[in-house]
């Protein structure tokens, strides 16, 4: 309350507030990933087109990647300590290739549930993800898996384990057989009624020292506490 006044014997408060408290309450859902190169993006396409198969949720040609970690929810101001983080934890990592392996039914050891592109066991992948997850539990406190970390494509997901015996796996094609893995993306992940949609919040090169350019601000109006994690990005 910042007031009071009076009218006809009846007294009256007013108020002001401030919505820029709402910004600096904001969160996103954040996760690192490898781009794919157009040649594997189209041959899944192509694979997704070829399948009649009701219940089946067909990854969005745009969000086609391959996952290095999925931080969950990160509140605004956080962000660019995310950020900064993650530009340590890959300094003297250099390019890499991943190797194709078969599109299968994922998860491992457990009844389908998705249709991954696999691939092949990669040491130059297992330190990229264990530095980002060491680094992300040693700077920001922030929880990380445990398991091996696995490289794949999620090109389809279904509720119905039954659903897997009505998709074609042998009708894909392959195309460009290695990714090369020079750059890594992380992303807000926009949860909708038609499927997620993801917005780049900022690219990392391997094998540079260069400071990444910001790609995305994920405020529009951060509030004075934020503002300084919220310009770095």
Known sequence: ILGMFSTRGRRHCFFYIDFSLYYFHMSHRLFLAIPLPPPIVSALVKFQGAQDVPDVR?????????????????????????????EDAIVG?????????DIKFGPPNKPPRMVWLSFKPSGEFKVLV?????????????????????AHVTVARFKDPLAANDIKLETFKRAQPIVPVDTLILFESDLKQ???EYAPIQTFTLG??????PLYRTSPHPSPQSREGVDRI
């Open 194 to 196: 038609g499927g997620p």
């Open 208 to 213: 540079s020292h260069e400071v990444p350019s």
């Open 93 to 101: 990592i250099p390019p890499f290739e991943l190797e194709m392996g």
């Open 58 to 86: 067909w990854t969005h040609k745009e969000n086609l990647h391959i996952t290095v970690h999925f931080f969950g929810t990160v509140e605004d101001e956080r962000i660019g300590e995310l950020v900064e983080c993650l």
């Open 130 to 150: 264990e530095g980002i997850r060491a680094g992300i539990r040693a700077s920001l406190g922030m929880r990380s898996e445990s398991h091996s970390p696995t």
